[in-house]
């Protein structure tokens, strides 16, 4: 159970037109996950909104791996890793990202959440052997968290608060899909809806018990249809269809290559946010996101390859 237990990353071939499509799409459906769940926080606890979310993309999952003609594996050893992932790639992030909403824009949020490739570098220096640390990558850490210091701004020096709070919870969730980055590299192997059906499966057996105890829905006053839409597109558009869709890129155009769609999920979080909820971002978070865009194309380093002479 040892995230060592991976082979080394292959070179990332060559994205087609059809994956620049899909990667494009994919990051408007992860960044409209911000604005959905920036509407549904507003009547629903977080950890109903994160049930919600994992719940109905199971079920919505789970027909579509049975309408494949795919069977469920019967391996434990199999689903105690699914376990594994859903609780790094699904509960954990969902329900920090959700709580760290309530009082940040989901704009601002999406960005901090931009710094997952980040942390996922660090990692990979500490728990696998394949991957080196370099001159070069170390300075996009460097400008990566130079830029969420900036975006932090002075919050960090005036003591600890619910916006502060906030910005370190969605940095946690950022942490945490790090961790879920290594660790699903060992189902590679697998057809790309298993562990998409198997961790969102176990994500909403995770939570299930854990938001009756908390939460008690039961008891909860009847959501408006508009949040009753948004936790709906949560689950059925940016979790089983955007899964499909992450299995998909990630089989034809590799991890690499999968990567960039962090680059892109601001751009269409902001623009929601801005246009339909009225957020404000501040000058300082452009400046942050700007930071943090240069520390990833840095660590990329493909952009910088291509403006070498030949």
């Given at each position: 159970m040892s995230f060592n237990a991976v082979s080394p990353l292959p070179s990332a071939p060559h994205l087609?037109?059809?994956d620049w499509a899909l990667l494009i799409a994919l990051s408007i459906i992860w960044g409209g996950s911000f604005f959905f769940a920036k509407i549904a926080i507003q009547e629903l606890p977080p950890l109903t909104v994160?049930?919600?979310r994992v719940g109905i993309g199971a079920i919505a999952l789970i027909l579509i791996l049975l309408a494949s003609g795919q069977a469920f594996p019967r391996d434990l050893r199999l689903w105690r890793d699914f376990l594994i992932m859903g609780l790094l790639n699904n509960m954990i992030p969902f329900s920090l990202i959700f709580w760290g909403q309530q009082h940040i824009a989901s704009g601002l949020a999406s960005i901090l959440n931009a710094t997952t490739p980040l942390f996922?570098?660090?990692l990979a220096q500490i728990l696998t052997h394949d991957d080196r640390i370099t001159a070069p990558r170390l300075g996009g850490i460097a400008l990566g968290f130079l830029g969420v210091a900036v975006m932090i701004g002075p919050d960090a020096l005036q003591g600890f608060s619910l916006n502060l709070g906030s910005e370190l919870a969605i940095l946690g969730a950022a942490l945490s899909y790090g961790f879920a980055g290594i660790f699903?590299?060992?189902?590679r192997g697998l057809s790309p809806l298993l562990p998409a059906t198997?961790?969102?499966?176990c994500s909403a057996l995770l939570l299930l018990p854990i938001v009756c105890v908390v939460d008690r829905p039961w008891a909860l006053p009847m959501p408006g249809t508009v949040t009753c839409i948004a936790v709906f597109g949560l689950g059925l558009l940016c979790t089983a269809?955007?899964?499909?869709i992450f299995f998909r890129i990630l089989r034809s155009a590799g991890p690499t290559n999968l990567a960039l769609v962090t680059f892109l999920i601001p751009v269409s979080a902001l623009l929601l946010g801005i246009s339909i909820l009225g957020e404000d971002v501040a000058p300082r978070h452009f400046g942050g996101m700007a930071l943090i865009f240069a520390g990833l194309a840095v660590i990329d380093g493909r952009l910088f390859a291509r403006?070498?002479?030949?």
């Open positions: 087609s037109g059809r994160a049930l919600g996922t570098l660090i699903g590299r060992r189902f198997g961790q969102v499966t269809l955007a899964y499909v403006l070498k002479p030949a």
